[in-house]
């Protein structure tokens, strides 16, 4: 496929060509009508000027006119000093084909040749009159058949403009498309000097998918389009606008000196909250976005860097919020670097054994026995060092890979389970499982079947799942916890009460344990809405039978106001950091720790 450049080239390649031979045609007609005249000829110096003023002007009136004035002058000398027939065969059946260039596809050409011929009938001798019917012949059809290709030319390149148009044209919203956007840079945005630059605003509606699932296909459109008209009105007269796919706009600004002033008034019009509030079920809804912006001359004039660029500030954008605004920087590019390096290096990760799971021991409140452990994946890279959890995880997920690193982990906890088991030392060992995991592993299957192959007692199995993963997929989720409690192990919600879901799930799902995330923990002895909030949950596992845990215990007196209030188990750096298999044996598994108490639930 051509592209577009190379289009624009053959285009005036050809139209070169065409002007090229206006001119000599017109050259050729001068010089007939200046030698064969010989009383007006010296007029016709002015017939040349006349036609190609006509051919170059860019006003059609203007176009007219001289093309009228200049023929009527033909005609006029004709009708003084009429020219031999033979001036027909050698010069005038070129001036039809300059009308023809001057006005395809119109009546034009066939108006020049009827007045060329037509005194011509009034004034020939009877002997040359077969000869001027033959011209007369000639010319018509030549002329005619020129006139119907131009016009079927005409109106096919006119249909051609109106499929091209569809094409480039958003169906909704009437906005310039993908396709159009990407013409649009590849021919508009090469950088001609060093005060000059573009810069791309690329717009992410938030939540736009629950709007969708929410009130339905036809109220989304009617918000997108409205949403356009509003991006519209803020971008006229200095920027253009188009809609990439979905809920995806680019913004493409331009500006020679103040660029950066041009890009935060945009930035302002898009945060401004009453811009943005529609109508829906006759309800007020509030939209907002995340935006990534990025520069053309920051990414070295390389569209594929730039448009990659914006997607990942906006990208970051997303992730940190709603409402938010992401310039690509330097830190961005570095962190582009560093993400693109983990995301490659996690396969191998499993392969080489860089993995490693650490336990952090869940202790009751008063005797401070050990009953459990969390494990918690840790990565030690030979090149990039320590990798935190807090960012491969997230890489991990996005890429799928979760799922490959979710059953090592699962595999390798249910070994050393039964390992300390098998040593007299039987532990509740959690492991902490993603959305990711639950929408696109087989994981009842797979646990079950390390259940059965490292012969662990399921008890001392814990699935600890967030309130984020059960309301993406309650269901789905749901009946996968059934059938694991079916099997014996048990599920514990981690986090619990920082998505701010409904409790109503909680008298439907399968579920042992609640945790009390950090956040709440931290201040609860200073705040009395944390201690509150730790209050209510506690009496909420009580009054449900369910056993509650506290995580990120770290000082004494956070533990005095968790007995108190009547928690059964905590974990944090109070007792204890998360420390590796064999740390944890040589800790832990001391007969004073492992006096072990029943599974406290409340009745």
């Given at each position: 496929?051509?592209?577009?450049?190379?289009?624009?080239?053959?285009?005036?390649?050809?139209?070169?060509?065409?002007?090229?031979?206006?001119?000599?045609?017109?050259?050729?007609?001068?010089?007939?009508?200046?030698?064969?005249?010989?009383?007006?000829g010296?007029?016709y110096?002015?017939?040349?000027?006349?036609?190609?003023?006509?051919?170059?002007?860019?006003?059609?009136?203007?176009?007219?006119?001289?093309?009228?004035?200049?023929?009527?002058?033909?005609?006029?000398?004709?009708?003084?000093?009429?020219?031999?027939?033979?001036?027909?065969?050698?010069?005038?059946?070129?001036?039809?084909?300059?009308?023809?260039v001057?006005?395809?596809?119109?009546?034009?050409?066939m108006?020049v040749?009827?007045?060329?011929?037509?005194?011509?009938?009034f004034?020939?001798?009877?002997?040359?009159f077969?000869?001027?019917?033959?011209?007369?012949?000639?010319?018509?059809?030549?002329?005619?058949?020129?006139?119907?290709?131009?016009y079927?030319?005409?109106?096919?390149?006119?249909?051609?403009?109106?499929?091209?148009?569809?094409?480039?044209?958003?169906?909704?919203?009437?906005?310039?498309?993908?396709?159009?956007?990407?013409?649009?840079?590849?021919?508009?945005?090469?950088?001609?000097?060093?005060?000059?630059?573009?810069v791309?605003?690329?717009?992410?509606?938030?939540?736009?998918?629950?709007?969708?699932?929410?009130?339905?296909?036809h109220?989304?459109?009617?918000?997108?389009?409205?949403?356009?008209?509003?991006?519209?009105?803020?971008?006229?007269?200095?920027?253009?606008?188009?809609r990439?796919e979905?809920?995806?706009?680019?913004?493409?600004?331009?500006?020679?000196?103040?660029?950066?002033?041009q890009?935060?008034?945009?930035?302002?019009?898009?945060?401004?909250?009453?811009?943005?509030?529609?109508?829906?079920?006759?309800?007020?809804?509030?939209?907002?976005?995340?935006?990534?912006i990025?520069?053309?001359?920051?990414?070295?004039?390389n569209?594929?860097?730039w448009?990659?660029?914006?997607?990942?500030?906006?990208?970051?954008?997303?992730?940190?919020?709603?409402?938010?605004?992401?310039?690509?920087?330097?830190?961005?590019?570095?962190?582009?670097?560093?993400?693109?390096?983990?995301?490659?290096?996690?396969?191998?990760?499993?392969?080489?054994?860089?993995?490693?799971?650490?336990?952090?021991?869940?202790?009751?409140?008063?005797?401070?026995?050990?009953?459990?452990?969390?494990?918690?994946?840790?990565?030690?890279?030979?090149?990039?060092?320590?990798?935190?959890?807090?960012?491969?995880?997230?890489?991990?997920?996005?890429?799928?890979?979760?799922?490959?690193?979710?059953?090592?982990?699962?595999?390798?906890?249910?070994l050393?389970?039964?390992?300390?088991?098998?040593?007299?030392?039987?532990?509740?060992?959690?492991?902490?499982?993603?959305?990711?995991?639950?929408?696109?592993?087989?994981?009842?299957?797979?646990?079950?079947?390390?259940?059965?192959?490292?012969?662990?007692?399921?008890?001392?199995?814990q699935?600890?799942?967030?309130?984020?993963?059960?309301m993406k997929?309650?269901?789905?989720?749901?009946?996968?916890?059934?059938?694991?409690?079916?099997?014996?192990?048990?599920?514990?919600?981690?986090?619990?009460?920082?998505?701010?879901s409904?409790?109503n799930?909680?008298?439907?799902l399968?579920?042992?344990?609640?945790?009390?995330?950090?956040?709440?923990?931290?201040?609860?002895?200073?705040?009395?809405?944390?201690?509150?909030?730790v209050?209510?949950?506690?009496?909420?596992?009580?009054?449900?039978?369910k056993?509650?845990?506290?995580e990120?215990?770290?000082?004494?007196?956070?533990?005095?106001?968790?007995?108190?209030?009547?928690?059964?188990?905590?974990?944090?750096?109070?007792?204890?950091?998360?420390?590796?298999?064999?740390?944890?044996?040589?800790?832990?598994m001391?007969?004073?720790?492992?006096?072990?108490?029943?599974?406290?639930?409340?009745?």
């Open positions: 496929m051509k592209s577009i450049t190379q289009k624009v080239v053959d285009a005036l390649d050809i139209k070169v060509v065409v002007r090229a031979g206006y001119m000599i045609a017109i050259g050729l007609i001068s010089y007939t009508l200046i030698t064969e005249h010989h009383v007006v010296w007029t110096i002015l017939f040349p000027f006349g036609m190609i003023a006509a051919l170059l002007t860019h006003s059609p009136k203007r176009c007219k006119f001289l093309a009228f004035c200049s023929f009527v002058h033909v005609l006029l000398g004709g009708a003084i000093e009429p020219l031999e027939l033979g001036a027909l065969d050698d010069a005038f059946l070129l001036l039809p084909l300059c009308y023809l001057l006005f395809p596809g119109t009546i034009w050409p108006l040749v009827i007045s060329l011929i037509a005194h011509y009938f004034t020939v001798p009877s002997d040359q077969p000869h001027l019917v033959e011209n007369t012949i000639e010319l018509l059809l030549i002329t005619t058949f020129a006139t119907v290709m131009t079927y030319k005409r109106k096919f390149d006119e249909q051609l403009k109106v499929y091209r148009k569809e094409s480039l044209t958003d169906f909704l919203t009437q906005l310039p498309n993908r396709r159009a956007f990407y013409e649009y840079i590849e021919t508009h945005t090469n950088i001609s000097g060093d005060n000059k630059d573009f791309l605003l690329k717009v992410d509606i938030d939540n736009f998918k629950e709007v969708n699932e929410s009130f339905g296909q109220q989304a459109d009617m918000l997108l389009k409205a949403i356009a008209e509003q991006l519209k009105y803020i971008s006229i007269d200095r920027a253009q606008l188009f990439l979905g809920d995806e706009f680019v913004i493409l600004l331009t500006e020679r000196d103040n660029i950066d002033h890009v935060s008034g945009m930035v302002r019009e898009l945060m401004r909250s009453d811009q943005f509030q529609f109508e829906l079920n006759r309800g007020s809804y509030q939209i907002t976005f995340s935006a990534g990025s520069s053309l001359k920051k990414a070295a004039n569209h594929d860097i448009l990659k660029n914006v997607d990942i500030a906006t990208q970051k954008a997303k992730s940190t919020g709603k409402n938010r605004v992401r310039w690509y920087d330097e830190s961005l590019l570095d962190e582009t670097i560093r993400t693109h390096q983990i995301e490659s290096q996690l396969e191998q990760a499993i392969k080489q054994g860089q993995f490693e799971l650490f336990y952090q021991p869940k202790v009751t409140m008063n005797a401070q026995c050990v009953n459990g452990a969390e494990a918690l994946i840790r990565w030690q890279h030979p090149v990039l060092g320590t990798i935190s959890p807090a960012e491969f995880i997230a890489i991990a997920e996005q890429t799928k890979q979760i799922i490959m690193i979710g059953r090592w982990v699962i595999r390798t906890a249910c050393q389970a039964k390992q300390w088991a098998d040593a007299g030392h039987p532990i509740t060992i959690s492991v902490n499982v993603s959305t990711v995991q639950f929408a696109h592993d087989d994981l009842f299957p797979y646990i079950r079947h390390i259940l059965r192959q490292t012969e662990l007692d399921p008890h001392l199995l699935i600890e799942i967030t309130e984020t993963t059960l997929d309650t269901d789905r989720v749901t009946k996968i916890c059934r059938r694991l409690q079916d099997e014996g192990v048990t599920i514990a919600i981690d986090d619990f009460g920082v998505a701010y409904s409790l799930y909680l008298k439907h399968p579920i042992d344990v609640l945790k009390i995330d950090k956040s709440f923990v931290d201040d609860c002895v200073n705040i009395k809405n944390d201690h509150m909030l209050k209510t949950i506690i009496q909420l596992g009580h009054n449900m039978g056993k509650v845990i506290a990120g215990v770290e000082y004494e007196a956070q533990r005095l106001l968790l007995v108190s209030e009547g928690c059964h188990e905590y974990q944090g750096y109070l007792f204890s950091q998360p420390v590796s298999a064999e740390q944890f044996t040589e800790r832990f001391q007969k004073h720790y492992m006096q072990r108490t029943p599974n406290v639930r409340a009745v």
